[in-house]
């Protein structure tokens, strides 16, 4: 099995939801914290996030940009099914929780004004209306099949830093129930409790 190495700061940030996927495949990984900004020239596109694998024969792989990321290790470890026309509609998915959490990032972390939260808050909500009955149509509670895929992950992802930020009460347990299930349950999977914590 190869050995994973995330090359990034010691926050959430923009890995988490890479994070998540090698810690609930008990993966061979870990955090490297860069020296920044001096390696910035180095790195492919000089950009952060990267993730660099080992294979068993010694090979390298490397590749940057965090969706990409995300993508290639959620179909690499089966959080993204075979089936091309499954694959697509939790890609979707999960682009559509893209754009809220691209919000949130420029809220919590940018302008964090009146302003920017209600942006983030009504395309979350949008999110959210959309993606609660997805949730309650398959009795597993999950967006697809009997256990967690790519999309589950990724909400957990702005549920968690949303939640942190103090932005968590936009999750409305009275309004989104499935959503909320889903979401708690899977705070209380220690593997991602390793996952989102800072590491050092």
């Given at each position: 099995m190869s050995s994973f190495e995330i090359v990034y700061f010691p926050i959430t940030g923009r890995v988490q939801t890479a994070r998540t996927i090698l810690s609930l495949e008990n993966a061979n990984w870990k955090n490297v914290v860069p020296d920044w900004p001096a390696i910035k020239e180095s790195l492919p596109f000089k950009r952060l996030p990267l993730l660099r694998e080992t294979a068993p024969d010694g090979s390298k792989y490397e590749l940057v940009e965090s969706k990409a990321i995300d993508r290639y290790l959620a179909r690499k470890f089966g959080y993204i099914p075979s089936d091309e026309m499954i694959a697509s509609t939790l890609e979707s998915y999960a682009s559509q929780i893209e754009d809220s959490h691209e919000l949130f990032i420029a809220h919590a972390f940018g302008a964090n004004t009146e302003e920017s939260k209600a942006?983030?808050?009504?395309?979350?909500?949008?999110?959210?209306?959309?993606?609660?009955p997805i949730l309650a149509a398959n009795p597993s509670g999950h967006y697809h099949g009997e256990s967690i895929t790519y999309p589950d992950i990724f909400l957990y992802t702005l549920y968690n830093q949303s939640k942190v930020s103090g932005n968590g009460d936009l999750f409305k347990e009275s309004e989104f129930p499935h959503i909320l299930k889903l979401v708690t349950s899977m705070d209380s999977d220690p593997r991602i409790a390793r996952a989102i914590a800072t590491i050092d």
């Open positions: 942006e983030f808050e009504k395309e979350l909500n949008y999110l959210l209306k959309h993606h609660e």
